[in-house]
């Protein structure tokens, strides 16, 4: 399946995802539910944190492969798998271990593709 696809599956399974963005490890968008300049600024705001809170988690010895930031008005989940990485935004107090699947099994659609490599 294709990244656009594999995004409207997902926005139609999860109702609580509001936006999604999939980028590749060289940072290009693949697929987003938002406009190219939305998406590309979520991809960024994602990619930030996820880099700050993996030298976190690697200075203890651990490796990150998901993060879950919360506020009051939203969550913001960010999943790294393989080659690809996924961001969503969902509504305030989100199943969070429900979003997180959704989110994995988002990517692990994609990379079901035949000749997909990691970039």
């Known amino acids: 399946m294709d990244a656009a ?5 997902l926005t139609e399974l999860s109702t609580q995802i509001e936006a999604a963005v999939i980028w ?3 940072g290009e968008v693949e697929a987003s539910t938002l406009s ?9 705001i994602a990619h930030e944190l996820l880099t700050a ?4 988690q690697a200075a203890q ?9 919360a506020t009051g008005s939203g ?5 790294r798998e393989e080659a690809r990485t996924i961001a969503a935004t969902t509504r ?7 979003v997180l699947y959704d989110l994995r099994a988002c990517l ?3 990379a079901e593709e035949p000749g997909d490599e990691a970039a």
Do not use: C, K, M, N
């Open 5 to 9: 696809g594999a995004l409207e599956d």
């Open 24 to 26: 590749r490890g060289d």
């Open 36 to 44: 190219a300049g939305g998406a590309a600024r979520l991809a960024g």
């Open 53 to 56: 809170a993996a030298r976190i």
């Open 61 to 69: 010895g651990r490796a990150l492969a998901q993060l879950e930031a």
């Open 75 to 79: 969550s913001l989940f960010v999943v």
């Open 92 to 98: 305030p107090e989100p199943t969070s271990g429900l």
């Open 108 to 110: 692990r659609s994609i």
